[in-house]
């Protein structure tokens, strides 16, 4: 019997499905896109379901608008994937498939490669453009298409509107038609275009490993910086390639993609695409369509890539698989590490994760056996291990954060033709801004936190609510005009840094000087040229760059990451000091790797310099397992915010009162709070959280199932801004 139903899935923020009536003459499929009226507003959903059924009568149910897709966007195990996430991560579906999608879908365009192209026709050939002096917009079209036909996509990025084009096609002046690019049979052109370097037999052996078996396997490749992990990865894709299957390698940062891409595109003949936050809707959807249609051989992308559809897919590679920017902190809150894994399951290929420094998390379930653990131990080619040494500033006067020691050991090396990279996670010129005379700072007024003073710009921001004001010229509270900066940030350094060293030029990377498309691509090349001397980095330099030149990494300042109140801080500052100092000593030079820290004697530093990341590991999943702490119990934290604050704590009150009364709730599962959150105000609104331990996964899904729909009938729930986050990794 052909179904008259469609249970639809929508991006609102309700745990349901709608049903609509199937008119006659439309096909819609599962797994497709729709069209349909909601409310006064039309929206393209997902069809989850065709039944003849329903719990509300027909005459009910509106229609469906549009039929979009003859065939689903997503072939099984994706799809069983997402609905999956959906569930474990207790997020609406229609939202969850919305977010797995690029934004061009979910605005309704084809999904397919189909471009619409504009030419001249022959009687705007003879138009000539003296004619269209008050039409520019007009007489501009019409230059532009006298050198050659354009996409239409061509045209918007030109800014043309689609207006003028249909005026102009109206007047019968140009025309569109629809083209398919023609498509590619790489698989017939795969080639290995450069040299393999000789590989060491820790590396022979780890990708023998993975080789043995081409089904589904998790391998954790722990590798210490500068071990040729990179290469590994190329000699897996290898095999994959050259059987015509395809590849995910899935990058933290934007900015680990370009060289990646590089590494990538030598090695092989094949078509390659990436996906990441920089590109525009075109461009994402393109290397969406490339991967579901065979046209790419590889995709490199940073969490997002990970829901794109493959023909083929034979591996996917997770290169800094510890690296917290893999979490999403909003909307659908997934981690694409665990997800990756799962996809690699319903997909039954191999799947590597690499780092220097894996999570406690991977590291727990390689030594429970869950994963294969391979390890790479030592440095590749001729480099060897950095020398590891502590600055004590105790009583030691600071230039911009800069101790006499530090300084001298930097000339050595700069005057040895090399280069020096100090490291310092604080933008701006200083974090705040105090009266001499009263001692007042100035804090932003929508936000617990104070104005960090950017001298550049000439302007305080606060980095929680991005407000800015221009520097006051005297203190609010005193009136004095003795105004000076407390703290060091990378613009104060870069400055003092010119001062010390004027016949050295010196780059400073962070988020402010790279704000420009391609600006973070030219300022590496032109540090791998060596048009740099000295590089001043926040974490965006810490991860996965090769600098063979750089002989020297100073972390300025540890001392703002020893003491936390979360519990994942020890771990994300070991993290931190591998990656940090593995940029030392990465080619034939050797390298040199010194911190500054007024607590020498510091366990967690002292750990890390002699005895290394495993021993710290080590130690760590000891004190986690004491504490009942992840990965020994799973937590989901509950996060509320409000113009006021009695609001927000009542509704977590009550939040906590819904999963204390559960049937399920025992002795073994725990709620902590409410609780103000570590920064109570942003924005003008007031937060607060609750945790919730349970001691297994299946306990904490059950726990919130039952609960959310409870939590969703509170009259509070409609009056705060509240969220969901499973298995958090930042506790802010």
């Given amino acids: 019997m052909t179904a008259t139903i469609a249970k639809i899935a929508l991006p609102v923020p309700l745990d349901k ?110 138009q000539p453009l003296t004619a269209l002096t008050r039409a520019p917009r007009q007489a501009k079209v019409l230059t532009l298409l006298r ?108 900015g680990l993609t370009p060289q990646t891409i590089s590494r990538f595109q030598r090695r092989f003949h094949v078509p390659l695409f990436t996906i990441h936050s920089g590109l525009n809707d075109t461009e994402r959807l393109s290397a969406w369509l490339a991967g579901r249609d065979n046209q790419a051989g590889i995709i490199i992308g940073t969490r997002s890539a ?40 319903k997909e039954n290929i191999p799947i590597v994760l690499g780092s220097a420094t894996p999570a406690l998390e991977t590291l727990h379930n390689a030594k429970t056996g ?8 030592r440095r590749a080619g001729n480099a060897q291990a950095a020398r590891h040494g502590v600055l004590d500033v105790k009583g030691l006067y600071l230039e911009a954060g800069l ?25 701006g010129f200083a974090p705040a801004l105090m009266c001499h005379e009263c001692g007042w700072l100035a804090d932003c007024k929508r936000c617990d936190a104070y104005y960090t003073y950017h001298q550049n710009t000439g302007e305080l921001r606060c980095h929680h609510c991005q407000t800015q004001r221009p520097v006051m010229p005297q203190c609010q509270q005193c009136g004095s005009t003795q105004l000076q900066t407390v703290g060091v940030g990378t613009e ?27 600006s973070l691509d030219h300022y590496l090349e032109a540090i791998r040229n060596k048009d740099y001397q000295i590089l001043i980095g926040t974490q965006m330099l810490a991860k996965g760059h090769h600098f063979p030149d750089v002989t020297l990494v ?12 979360d519990f994942r801080a020890p771990e994300r500052l070991a993290q931190l000091f591998i990656q940090v100092a593995g940029r030392a000593g990465r080619a034939s030079k050797p390298g040199e790797v010194l911190l500054q820290t007024h607590h020498p004697d510091h366990a967690l530093l002292q750990a890390l310099l002699y005895q290394g990341y495993d021993h710290f590991a080590a130690q760590a999943l000891t004190e986690r397992r004491q504490a009942m702490l992840p990965p020994y119990t799973y937590l989901a934290l509950f996060r509320a915010e409000a113009q006021q604050s009695d609001l927000t704590e009542q509704f977590l009150l009550q939040v906590r009162g819904i999963l204390e009364s559960s049937p399920l709730f025992s002795n073994h599962t725990l709620v902590m709070g409410p609780n103000p959150a570590p920064l109570s105000r ?9 945790l919730l331990q349970a001691p297994d996964r299946k306990t904490l899904q059950q726990l919130l199932s039952i609960a959310r729909p409870a939590i969703q009938l509170l009259p509070l729930a409609r009056k705060v801004r509240w969220s969901l986050d499973v298995e958090p990794q930042d506790l802010s």
Wanted: net charge neutral; hydrophobic share 40%.
């Fill in 17 to 126: 499905t709608f049903d609509y009536l199937i008119p006659a003459g439309q096909k819609p499929v599962v797994g497709g896109r729709v069209r349909v009226p909601f409310g006064r507003q039309q929206l393209t959903g997902i069809v989850i379901e065709l039944t003849d059924s329903s719990s509300f009568s027909r005459d009910q149910l509106k229609p469906l608008k549009a039929v979009l897709d003859a065939a689903p966007l997503w072939q099984p195990p994706l799809f069983q994937l997402l609905e999956w996430t959906s569930r474990y991560y207790q997020y609406p579906l229609g939202d969850t498939l919305a977010n797995a999608l690029p934004a061009a879908l979910r605005k309704g365009k084809p999904a397919n490669s189909e471009i619409r192209y504009w030419q001249l026709t022959e009687p705007g050939k003879d």
């Fill in 147 to 254: 050198n050659g036909e354009l996409s239409h996509d061509m045209m918007l990025d030109a800014e043309v509107s689609s207006a003028t084009l249909k005026t102009l096609a109206d007047k019968g002046w140009i025309e569109s038609y629809q083209s398919v690019p023609k498509t590619l049979c790489w698989q017939e052109s795969f080639a290995i275009t450069e040299d393999k370097p000789r590989l060491n037999e820790e590396q022979a052996l780890a990708i023998a490993s993975v080789n043995a078996n081409p089904e589904y396997g998790c391998y954790l490749l722990e590798g210490v910086t500068g071990s040729g992990k990179t290469e590994v990865y190329l000699n897996l894709l290898e095999p994959i390639l050259a059987a015509g299957k395809q590849a995910l390698v899935l990058v933290p940062e934007i």
């Fill in 306 to 345: 990970l829901f794109t559809p493959f023909a083929n897919l034979g591996i996917i590679i997770v290169d800094e698989e510890h690296d917290a920017s893999y979490k999403q902190q909003d909307s659908l809150r997934y981690h694409a590490r665990d997800m990756a894994v799962l996809r690699a399951s």
């Fill in 370 to 377: 869950k994963y294969h653990h391979l390890h790479l131990t």
């Fill in 403 to 427: 101790s006499a020691p530090l300084i001298a050991r930097m000339r050595q090396h700069l005057s040895a033709g090399n280069q020096v990279m100090l490291f310092l996670n604080r933008r």
């Fill in 492 to 518: 104060q350094l870069e400055h003092q840094l010119g001062e010390l060293f004027p016949d050295y030029k010196t780059v400073r990377i962070d988020r402010d000087s790279t704000r420009r498309k391609g």
């Fill in 554 to 565: 100073a972390l300025v300042d540890v001392d703002s990451a020893l003491f936390s109140n």
């Fill in 682 to 690: 942003r924005a003008g609104r007031y937060r607060w959280q609750l």
